[in-house]
């Protein structure tokens, strides 16, 4: 599911975000000055996740009855059944 609604971006950023975060926690307890920019890019990379995430949802499109289709496959299907009646 996450290949076919084009999710590999989010999970990315997710990823390194989760890195930077253990990354942050490493440097602060040995108290070196710069983990707060970790922190901050761990931040970045949640809300860039996050936002990369709700992109399918915020921009799926509408059939003729008004009702949304995330799954490109059910979509697919669903046109190609409308095709195929349309032209019997």
Known sequence: MIKVLKLQKAVIAFILGILALVAYIIMSANK???SNYVLTLAG???IAGSLMAIYPILFAKKDNKG???????????LE????ESATS
């Not at 009702?67 to 299907?77: C, H, N």
């Not at 190609?80 to 095709?83: G, K, L, S, V």
């Open 32 to 34: 070196i000055e710069s």
């Open 67 to 77: 009702k949304v289709e995330l799954d490109p496959e059910k979509q697919d299907a």
């Open 44 to 46: 970045l990379l949640f």
């Open 80 to 83: 190609n059944e409308h095709t």
